[in-house]
């Protein structure tokens, strides 16, 4: 037990992405068996750890900042604030209390969807950064600075924007990473306590995005089978967590290169405007080969699915190793960064990017998904507190 104890605080992003990858092999074996499980297996996983630990004696050498910047979370937390007013001002309604007086759920699923596919581009970034990185840092460099007034006011406000917008996953970009530093800092009431608020607002966010809950109709499904609404939830959750994603992975090896040709770079924007060549989205194309009675009733939804897949996407077996040694590099780094700064800070706000990695490309939680603002953030307000507290 000590030894597993020594391993997880010798290298905290290293065993979580074992965690994930584990995580994977459910669903993956329980929808396809041992089809795709052994290439994986011996094509990527192998060759991340040989990668890895290759790369563990090697030092990287450049020099953070030595000077902190003060009071950077009093100024996220004004910015963040004057962006979600911004936000529901542009949408000029709340979609939450829209969805929640809707009556079927193909309008609760529009209306959520438009929460953010109507905005303009610059304020689509500004609101993913906000709730994705902003906040959940502000939120935590009040909590070091013990500063609990302006912790509060930050989970606040980026729980009630994640519930606001009907974003379930927003409400864990939110909470996880306070969770998670409080557990760390063994403040075990205070974790409950939170994980417990968390965990009621997702299931408000379930309750308004599903009126056949609360009276309304499901009209998107023929046949559902009738179940109390606590089991509905209940399932829906353990499923998500535990099947979807090995699921939707073995769903994009069955049907790429099968149904759709691999892309060689046509997902990448910068690409086709070089070459000429149309931009291709698998994310969204392949949604009607997967839910083909949800596309026939005219939905459209996206697939996204772990992160060394757009890699096998493009490139196809050749993409996974060359994803496994691509991810054992930025791990180095991840690593240098969680000894250089406020190491129980730095693990518990990059803890959810690590855990979406099942379902998400590595490079778009980096730019778009406010991965990579969080490591700036950290390296900005540099800490020699490199221990658990």
Not at 37 to 63: E, H, R
Not at 223 to 247: A, C, D, H, W
Request: with cysteine.
């Amino acid at each position: 037990m000590k030894q597993i104890s020594a391993l997880v605080k010798a290298h905290p992003y290293l065993t979580t992405y074992l965690f994930v990858y584990a995580l994977l092999q459910i669903g993956l074996l329980n929808h396809s068996g041992l089809t795709y499980a052994p290439a994986l297996f011996f094509l990527f996983l192998l060759p991340f750890l040989l990668a890895y630990w290759i790369f563990s004696p090697i030092s990287f050498s450049f020099a953070f900042p030595q000077q902190n910047f003060k009071h950077l979370e009093k100024y996220f937390f004004i910015f963040s604030l004057l962006v979600i007013v911004l936000h529901l001002f542009w949408l000029g309604k709340i979609p939450f209390v829209e969805a929640w007086q809707a009556t079927k759920l193909s309008e609760a699923n529009l209306i959520r969807k438009m929460s953010s596919a109507s905005l303009p581009k610059w304020l689509h970034y500004a609101s993913t950064w906000t709730i994705r990185a902003l906040l959940p840092t502000t939120a935590l460099f009040f909590l070091v600075g013990k500063n609990k007034l302006g912790f509060f006011l930050s989970v606040a406000l980026g729980c009630f924007y994640g519930l606001a917008l009907l974003q379930k996953s927003l409400i864990f970009w939110m909470g996880f990473p306070v969770i998670v530093y409080l557990l760390l800092n063994r403040k075990w009431w205070y974790g409950l306590l939170s994980g417990t608020l968390m965990l009621v607002f997702f299931i408000v966010a379930i309750y308004a995005n599903n009126p056949q809950l609360h009276g309304g109709q499901h009209d998107l499904q023929v046949n559902l089978k009738k179940q109390n609404q606590s089991q509905t939830v209940s399932e829906g959750m353990l499923k998500r967590i535990f099947i979807v994603p090995g699921k939707t992975l073995s769903m994009w090896f069955a049907h790429v290169p099968k149904d759709k040709p691999f892309l060689y770079g046509q997902d990448f924007g910068l690409y086709t405007k070089i070459t000429g060549r149309q931009t291709k989205d698998y994310n969204l194309e392949l949604y009607p080969l997967f839910y083909p009675d949800y596309a026939a009733q005219g939905i459209q939804g996206s697939v996204n699915t772990a992160h060394f897949m757009r890699a096998y996407a493009n490139f196809g077996w050749w993409g996974l190793p060359f994803s496994a040694v691509f991810l054992a590099a930025f791990f180095q780094f991840l690593n240098i960064v969680h000894r250089k700064t406020h190491a129980a800070l730095a693990f518990s706000l990059q803890i959810f990017p690590l855990l979406l990695l099942s379902s998400g490309s590595l490079l778009t939680l980096l730019f778009s998904g406010g991965w990579g603002l969080i490591l700036l953030l950290l390296l900005a307000r540099q800490n020699t507190e490199n221990s658990y507290a």
